[in-house]
């Protein structure tokens, strides 16, 4: 019956490759989008307090908190013959340089607001990623004291898995909605009179729109398909891992 | 073993009311305070191509898309001891008048467009939302055509019940997200000078926004959770309807 249903989740996980490489042309397609965007259309990148400050936080947002995080939680499907250990830690380490980078873009912001004497945090597009953001970390905490630290007890880890599941993909998910929120607001505060006349930018910019759409529906999918779930390992079972609790528990386990 | 799976299903599933009365609470805020933001801010409604005639789109979408919509995926939930063909049946009802009323507000902003000369379809949040419209009536469709129309197999529409889960959620999720995107527009359309003073108006559309996402991620959590799924039901299996394939195949069951 097991060996049936390893067989049914090998079978149907045949295709996961091509959704995970469209994934990651959008995902880099993202990436150099806005890099374009910001480094042709606006002027650039600096560190000074600038505009041209303003502009590493676009770049750095879409690289940490898309691409990264994005594939951050596709490892479990993408390298679901690999030891669990292995592939926690690597979600770990994607995690944490999703941190780093989201941070850089996050101070460039707030420097360039002081710099140019603008409230912080007024703004739908700043509570929205502020919330992502402290929650992110917050998850990431969490993540790290129950799969990582030696301390938590098996049955807590099953009871708290569901909801880790959950919001890293809700927090994904918002951190792309912050993302669209974002461009509108710089597409407003930058190209108001032209936009509505079709002009590159603001065409480029709802094309980098659409492919951070596509991005993540593509990792909400891969995330989400039963078949491309990781298999039930025999030397974890073993092992006495925990990962009966959880397969039947039927959460997308990381 | 069945019924163990059933009885555990039930004891989880006892949570599920505060779940979705919390939902009704954000999801009826948050038509109110649309409702208060364009009538007593942006001066009350219209229907002759002015800008009051532009308020009637965001009380529509909200309406519609959002709460109608929200409450037409969860009845696979919270209805879960009903048979399934009601349940189907308001599913489409209910999405019939999300979709009825997404008209008239899509028709209000088209309208306001043409009255004012202001082009059609150009911004971020036209491309989102009339992708998220159509890919809806898609949806909507293909939903009827496999599930209430008699002609489709027991095999397609196993086939297809997943994709029409996820795309739902997808597009659920899409919806509320083009909501906000909306949001920031007619924000820095109206008040780009005040908003950054935390203006009342600011304010409330910035914790309307909170009420849109707090609404979003409650139904997402009451549709993945998997205690809260339909439990099987004996007199259906009885009438050999597809439902042994559908929960085997792990899908969100409409």
């Not at 129950?146 to 099953?158: D, E, I, N, Q, V």
């Not at 509108?184 to 930018?201: G, H, N, P, Q």
């Amino acid at each position: 019956m097991e060996e049936e249903s390893l067989s049914r989740s090998w079978r149907g996980a045949g295709s996961m490759p091509w959704y995970v490489g469209a994934s990651q042309l959008l995902g880099v397609a993202s990436v150099v989008m806005t890099g374009v965007w910001m480094g042709h259309y606006r002027g650039g990148y600096a560190w000074d307090g600038s505009a041209q400050e303003f502009n590493v936080h676009p770049l750095c947002m879409v690289l940490g908190m898309i691409f990264l995080y994005g594939d951050a939680i596709m490892v479990y499907r993408v390298f679901r013959t690999e030891s669990k250990r292995s592939v926690k830690i690597l979600h770990a380490v994607l995690h944490a340089l999703t941190l780093l980078i989201s941070v850089i873009g996050i101070v460039a912001v707030f420097q360039f607001h002081s710099g140019s004497s603008i409230p912080h945090m007024y703004s739908l597009h700043a509570w929205c990623g502020m919330l992502t953001f402290v929650l992110f970390i917050a998850q990431w905490l969490l993540g790290f004291l129950f799969f990582l630290f030696p301390g938590a007890t098996a049955w807590l880890r099953s009871c708290y898995l569901p909801l880790h599941a959950f919001f890293g993909l809700v927090l994904f998910g918002l951190a792309v909605a912050t993302c669209l929120l974002g461009m509108v607001e710089k597409l407003l505060f930058s190209i108001l009179d032209t936009y509505s006349r079709f002009t590159a930018e603001g065409v480029l910019a709802n094309c980098l729109g659409m492919v951070l759409l596509g991005y993540g529906v593509l990792v909400g999918y891969v995330l989400t398909r039963d078949d491309f779930r990781r298999p039930p390992h025999p030397e974890e079972e073993a092992l006495s891992v925990h990962f009966k609790t959880l397969t039947e528990g039927g959460a997308t386990s990381p």
